[in-house]
């Protein structure tokens, strides 16, 4: 069982960059797909970006195209999410998720994964 700690969250003005990173532990990290998922105030987890076991293929929402890069080290049992260009609705909790199940790869639906980290508040102002 693999358990996940986020880290890189803060406050920063709009257009600018922030580097969420996600730290495994406990499991055979290259195993699994991982995503990033956020959460904002009073709405439902939402899907971010996603990237496959060996980080050939990635997958992202519509709204971070080409501002976001969803990135992996295996041999550092990490995941990271580079956000550039950031926008004020990119506010929220950013968590990491990873799961195993077979055919289900970058999916999209937060009932797919099944860890999680604790995640990290991202605050965009303006």
């Known amino acids: 069982q693999v358990q996940l700690a986020e880290s890189g969250g803060g406050l920063v003005q709009a257009g600018g960059s922030l580097r969420l990173s996600c730290v495994a532990s406990?499991?055979?990290?290259?195993?699994?797909?991982m995503a990033w998922f956020r959460q904002a105030p009073g709405k439902e987890r939402e899907f971010v970006a996603s990237?496959?076991?060996?980080?050939?293929?990635?997958y992202y929402v519509d709204s971070v195209r080409g501002r976001f890069t969803i990135s992996r080290d295996n041999s550092k049992n990490a995941v990271s999410l580079q956000m550039n260009s950031l926008k004020l609705q990119d506010t929220a909790v950013y968590y990491c998720?990873?799961?195993?199940?077979?055919?289900?790869?970058?999916?999209?639906?937060?009932?797919?994964?099944?860890?999680w980290g604790q995640g990290t508040q991202v605050t965009v102002s303006s």
């Open positions: 406990g499991g055979a990290f290259s195993r699994y797909y």
């Open positions: 998720g990873a799961h195993t199940r077979l055919g289900l790869g970058h999916s999209t639906d937060s009932r797919t994964y099944a860890y």
């Open positions: 990237i496959n076991q060996g980080g050939e293929a990635t």
